[in-house]
């Protein structure tokens, strides 16, 4: 009888911690004790690893077995500890060589297959980080581990295969079954819609263009039909490829998050996210029981988070965005654990002026009364407007608009100016550690980059008079830096402010 001791990872949000699995077998009944505060799916680990390890022809010792998850005080959930806890048992009583500080990530089959799991990238990179370079797991998360720099990933089918690699020599009862080997993914970059697909719109276009180049919120309003869906989907293809540490960050989230899919190539895109106006506040922001999951919020970091028919969403929900909005993080806590993931997003909003959508419809007349109106708009409450930099109308087109003949810009030569000004803006905020103008805080905006007087003339009579708040002034300020960017100009005049405020101003149905 003796002790062993293999190594796991334990996610909270997408923090990896590596765990220490010890297991003692002793000389009394037979029995198998699993300590260190598992979750319901590590408790029921035991039948699967019991069956798994006789079918692979290396049965569990007739005798007690006690597991310890170390350290006991974080909680650990999900099935990626079985095959760990299953080789310290086995090494423990005899049956397969040491592993020294290799880490074991994988869930079981009864038959002793390696099963894939969900989180390897950040898990691996938790790995390589304490120091750990052999990683153990299934042959269909071998890709999704090879991403990470420094880590000596290594795949299998099944157990056996394992344990012969450990040097035992088993004789499998059940061979597992042969799965069909799929190549894998080529490095396919999607086909973005593109801006000269867009007629018209002229103010939508350069609301587009400006949103890009400062990462700033946009709220869209118009009739059904006016192409504010249009405008949004084409946010990503004018947004520049994500940098080294983005990189890592979004297909870190993506890694937790898409439960369904396996990760096989960084993700060098901006994400998209369109959820349905039917979505609850976790699928959002996150939650779920046990550990928190990641919401749309943290898949579209770096990206853009799109809301169509905003004021469809239930207003509990809306307002859940306002903390990430301003800190670009969403914290969920719950009574097991609490995470924390990156949401550091690009908001866009799209709505109808009112319930039937024909306010403001050339040729057509309103059905709703001022008080359904009224009520319908409120949804988007006044706190969460406030964080949303550009707010435009988008009108219905006309027979002239549709038949004009001009050349629309494409994507690409969007792309170029706004990848520009990202550069002006990078190279201006480095000090501070941002990137984008959408990121300047309000004491940047009064020490270091404060303005002209002259320039704030406009921006000073709005806030005597109330009709902004000092959130706003700062935001105004932002646009008006981004617009400055966009025109080549070191800092921004009198007309950039202007223009700023009428990007927020004019759509009044938001104010």
């Not at 198998?32 to 319901?40: N, S």
């Not at 169509?308 to 009574?335: C, H, K, N, T, Y």
């Not at 994507?411 to 190279?427: D, G, M, N, P, Q």
């Not at 941002?434 to 905006?445: D, F, K, V, Y």
């Amino acid at each position: 009888m003796g002790f062993a001791r293999t190594y796991a990872v334990a996610l909270l949000g997408l923090n990896g911690h590596v765990v220490e699995v010890e297991a003692d077998v002793g000389g009394t009944l037979p029995s198998f004790v699993l300590l260190g505060l598992p979750d319901a799916t590590l408790k029921e680990s035991r039948e699967r690893i019991r069956s798994a390890a006789k079918n692979s022809g290396a049965p569990l010792t007739p005798r007690k077995a006690t597991v310890s998850l170390t350290p006991a005080t974080l909680p650990k959930t999900g099935s990626g500890f079985d095959l760990a806890i299953l080789i310290a048992a086995l090494q423990a009583s005899g049956r397969c060589g040491a592993s020294g500080d290799c880490v074991f990530l994988s869930e079981l089959g009864l038959d002793g297959s390696l099963r894939p799991v969900s989180g390897v990238f950040p898990a691996v990179s938790a790995v390589v980080r304490a120091g750990h370079r052999k990683v153990v797991l299934a042959s269909e998360n071998l890709p999704e581990a090879e991403l990470v720099p420094g880590a000596e990933a290594h795949g299998f089918e099944a157990l056996s295969e394992v344990l012969e690699w450990l040097g035992a020599d088993p004789t499998p009862l059940v061979k597992p079954p042969v799965r069909r080997e799929v190549p894998e993914d080529e490095p396919v970059v999607r086909p973005r819609a593109d801006l000269a697909d867009v007629v018209g719109q002229a103010e939508g276009r350069w609301a587009l263009e400006i949103a890009a180049a400062g990462g700033h919120h946009l709220a869209m309003i118009g009739p059904p039909g006016s192409g504010k869906t249009m405008l949004a989907e084409r946010l990503p293809g004018i947004l520049p490829p994500l940098e080294a540490q983005a990189t890592h960050e979004v297909t870190a989230v993506h890694s937790v998050g898409n439960q369904n899919s396996r990760v096989r190539r960084l993700i060098t895109e901006p994400p998209w996210e369109a959820p349905h106006h039917t979505a609850s506040a976790a699928a959002i922001v996150g939650g779920g029981s046990g550990i928190p999951q990641p919401g749309a919020a943290s898949r579209a970091h770096h990206g853009v988070l799109f809301l169509d028919e905003a004021p469809e969403f239930r207003r509990g929900v809306l307002d859940a965005l306002r903390q990430p909005l301003e800190s670009g993080w969403v914290m969920i806590d719950r009574a097991r654990a609490s995470a924390r993931y990156p949401a550091q997003f690009q908001l866009v909003l799209a709505a109808n002026p009112c319930p039937c959508g024909r306010t403001g419809g050339m040729g057509s007349r309103c059905t709703c009364s001022s008080r359904a109106r009224r009520a319908y708009l409120a949804k988007l409450s006044g706190p969460l407007m406030d964080r949303v930099d550009l707010r435009i109308a988008v009108p219905k087109l006309s027979a002239a608009d549709l038949a004009t003949r001009q050349r629309a810009e494409t994507s690409a030569e969007v792309l170029s100016r706004v990848t520009e000004a990202r550069r002006i803006a990078r190279e201006r905020l480095a000090p501070w550690g941002i990137s984008t103008n959408a990121q300047l805080r309000g004491t940047h905006l009064r020490n270091e980059l404060r303005l002209p007087d002259a320039a704030l003339t406009s921006l000073t009579r709005l806030l005597d008079r109330g009709e902004t708040t000092l959130r706003g002034c700062d935001r105004i300020q932002r646009v008006a830096w981004t617009l400055a960017d966009l025109d080549g100009c070191g800092t921004p005049r009198a007309e950039h402010v202007d223009a700023a405020i009428g990007l927020r101003m004019k759509a009044g149905a938001f104010s």
